[in-house]
């Protein structure tokens, strides 16, 4: 696609528990940017399909798998899985309700109406890493997009989800042999290690390719059981 010089135009602003959010117009891209980082756009979306894509295949042919998606973002996650028959249930997690909105109303509705109208898909909107360790469901796959990667969160509060203690929540909310994928701007091997250290199993890395640059990457490992 085409690079635009133009200026941004600011499609939507609010304040939320957890700072500004906005969306805005960019040549022909939908862009949302938190607290002025920038979080992601509508230019490309292969390694967010990757991430579904990778924890499906890992399953093993596992029926009517359900999957979790941390963060709706701009919806291409949602909206691959959604289009894939294999999957059974789609529940994603959001807490900032201006993202939802833009996605039932707004400009982003494009890119996710017919997953939001699939009877699969369940949107709850709430904090992940709280839903993670207060849940009481659980899921054959769970694929986390809400921050740059473990090693740039976009809140400080995001930063346990990472550690030891939040994996563990993380595998509580994973059937036997569940499969945990984490979306990357970067590759992370201390990340990998702590995935290991946290009892994971086949854990590895899924990068996607780039012509120049470091790459986006989904980093995958699987519950026992």
């Given amino acids: 696609m085409p690079i635009s010089y133009d200026i ?3 499609l939507d602003r609010r304040e939320g528990p957890h700072g500004e959010v906005v969306l805005r117009r960019h040549g022909e891209l ?8 920038f979080l992601m756009d509508t230019s490309d979306g292969r390694s967010e399909r990757l991430l579904v894509d990778v924890a499906l295949d890992a399953l093993d042919g596992r029926a009517e ?3 979790l998606i941390g963060g709706l973002g701009v919806g291409f996650s949602l909206a691959h899985a959604a289009g894939n028959p294999r999957w059974g249930r789609i529940a994603v997690v959001e807490r900032e309700s201006a993202i939802i909105d833009w996605h039932r ?3 982003l509705s494009a890119l996710s109406a017919a997953a939001l109208a699939d009877p699969r898909t369940g949107i709850l909107e709430t904090d992940l890493v709280t839903y993670l360790n207060e849940t009481s469901d659980t899921y054959d796959a769970l694929c986390l997009d809400i921050d740059n ?3 740039w969160t976009v809140t400080e509060g995001n930063d346990g989800l990472y550690s030891g203690a939040g994996l563990a929540s993380c595998a ?4 036997p042999g569940g499969v945990l994928a984490v979306w990357s701007a970067q590759p992370s091997p201390e990340f990998e290690g ?8 086949r854990v590895r890395t899924e990068e996607v390719p780039v012509a120049r640059g470091v790459p986006d990457v989904v980093h995958l490992a699987v519950r026992p059981g």
């Fill in 194 to 201: 702590t995935l290991w250290n946290a009892g994971f199993q």
């Fill in 30 to 37: 939908l862009q949302i940017i938190a607290n002025g980082c």
């Fill in 105 to 107: 109303h707004g400009p």
């Fill in 65 to 67: 798998p359900s999957v």
């Fill in 172 to 175: 509580r909310a994973l059937r």
């Fill in 8 to 10: 941004p135009e600011i």
């Fill in 149 to 151: 990667g473990p090693d």
